[in-house]
Every structure is written in C-alpha cells, then in structure tokens.
C-alpha cells in the first residue's frame, strides 16, 4: 500500500530534487544559496564536510511527525535519479 505524501512532504523532496539538479549545473554552494530558506529570511552558509567537498551535504527540517523517515526513503530515490543521474 503506498502513502499518499501531504503537500508540505511533496513540496521538501520537490525542493530537494531541484537544488541538486540544480547542484550538477552550477555548484553546490549555488545551488544551495538559490534554494536554503531560513525562519529570519537569511540564507545560512553552506558547509562542506571534510573529505567529501564534491558530495552534497544537505539537511531536511521538518517539524517533529512531519515524516522525516518517511521523506528519506523517497529522497533516495530522488537523489539516485537527480545528483547521481
């Protein structure tokens, strides 16, 4: 039986898919400045984690039962699809 995600889900991972295609055409950090949001309105810095600075290092936030495992199971996909082509 599949879930039928709620908007709020399906608008996450719709971001999520855009910004690492987004990643391949101009850079994570780019991609990254054109799609973070904030609850102050300012974009945070984008991050690299050592060793890995070629790999997109992205976090979903999402309220307490917003579906975070749920989400990671399609962002899986997405990313398999999106980044990894």
Known sequence: MA???KT????TLDTLQACLEDARLIGI???YAKHAKSLDGRIPQYHTVEGF????????RLPTGGGKTL?????IRIIGKSWLE
């Open 3 to 5: 879930l039928t995600l």
């Open 29 to 31: 950090a780019g991609a």
């Open 8 to 11: 709020f889900q399906q608008k």
């Open 71 to 75: 989400l990671s199971s399609h962002a």
């Open 53 to 60: 600075e070629d790999v997109p290092y992205l976090c979903l």
